[in-house]
């Protein structure tokens, strides 16, 4: 999408808003209750977080923190209470959830003058994964099959895309849900993360999609600083298990070209221009516990685009936009060669205060 499209949108970008909802209820607007600035930072692979300021709510009279209604500021804002964090432009009733979640933070302090603030802070619906040690076991299962099952338990709707393999048993072993999840994820190559619809999020990353917004140096973007480094990077990847039934080594093997959304050449295509001979090209070698040669390519090419995705970083600052989500993908302009071009959104920090809404998003891509 054109930034033009989303200016006439929003428009013109003037009127930035926020608001935050405890059930039917907007705190600001319904509840009286002063909120001064507010940011998100929306991360892959951990729970995203939300922090929010309330201000001119302390009474000197009553040494307590109360609404302009009178209630109980704190009262309002307990332990466990799910907000929606919404941010935007225009009217602040039909402004989308940027972030929904729980309060787990509550922080002020009493300075010697001026009046005391609340910081309130939380989580979104992956926080309760993130509480506790289990262990459980799955026999004859997917991994997809596990993440269903945590889901439900958590009360978590579903985007939970099948994996190939049926194991003869998947162990958590003394780790929290996220954790067991986050382990399953990584081995078949797999974004984990609870998205503002309170659905969690299981599957390939959405690399290959088309960019939610074209931005351009001078324009919308504002800055971005890319950063390709080749050190560290492979070529290939070897995963060894073992076949217990034909009782035989398992050697599964992915090559530079071969990364999720490469787009350019990958690092592992940029060294091999340095080394000519196949047989001394930097390859990484690890043994996993895998029982099939679909499982072993798998889980090599997975170790591959992982590390790869790790050679092109980048960070940049925009004009609010809450369409700049992680698992998503946007396209710079005006950079130059190679720089122009889509890039994936792994991190996006969306913030309003008294000098307006600023987006900040870091991009990871595994080609230049």
Request: with cysteine; proline share 4%; charged share 25%.
């Amino acid at each position: 999408m054109e930034l033009a499209t989303l200016a006439s949108n929003y428009g013109d970008f003037y009127a930035p808003s926020y608001a935050v909802r405890i059930g039917s209820d907007d705190l600001m607007r319904d509840l009286l209750v002063a909120v001064s600035q507010m940011e998100v930072d929306l991360v892959l692979g951990t729970a995203s977080r939300f922090t929010f300021t309330v201000s001119d709510s302390y009474s000197q009279k009553l040494h307590a923190f109360r609404s302009g209604a009178g209630d109980d500021v704190l009262s309002l804002l307990a332990f466990g209470t799910e907000v929606a964090i919404c941010m935007g432009y225009g009217d602040s009733k039909s402004m989308p959830a940027v972030m929904r979640g729980v309060i787990t933070e509550i922080a002020t302090s009493f300075p010697d003058g001026g009046s005391p603030e609340l910081t309130i802070a939380g989580y979104d619906h992956g926080f309760p994964l993130t509480l506790g040690k289990y262990s459980r076991t799955w026999s004859k299962a997917r991994d997809s099959d596990a993440a269903h099952e945590l889901a439900s338990l958590n009360n978590l709707d579903e985007a939970i895309e099948t994996t190939d393999e049926k194991h003869a048993q998947i162990e958590q072993s003394q780790e929290s849900d996220w954790e067991f999840l986050k382990k399953l994820a990584d081995r078949n190559y797999f974004e984990l993360y609870v998205d503002e619809k309170k659905t969690l999020h299981f599957g390939k990353p959405n690399d290959k999609a088309d960019a939610v917004v074209r931005l351009v140096y001078g324009e919308g973007l504002l800055s971005f600083k890319p950063e390709a480094n080749l050190a560290g990077q492979i070529s290939n990847v070897e995963v060894c298990g073992w076949d217990p039934k034909a009782k035989k080594e398992i050697v599964g093997r992915a090559v530079a070209g071969e990364e999720s959304g490469l787009t350019g050449k990958s690092a592992g295509q940029h060294l091999n221009a340095f080394v000519r001979d196949p047989s001394k090209r930097p390859t990484l070698r690890i043994r996993q516990p895998v029982f099939t040669q679909a499982e072993a390519n798998q889980r090599a090419k997975a170790v591959l685009s992982e590390r790869a995705k790790l050679f092109l970083t980048g960070e940049g600052e925009t004009i609010g936009l809450p369409e700049l989500r992680p698992d998503c993908n946007v396209e710079l302009d005006n950079l130059g060669f190679p720089f122009s071009k889509k890039y994936y959104i792994q991190q996006a920090t969306h913030k309003i205060d008294s000098s307006g809404f600023r987006s900040r998003f870091k991009v990871k891509d595994p080609g230049l």
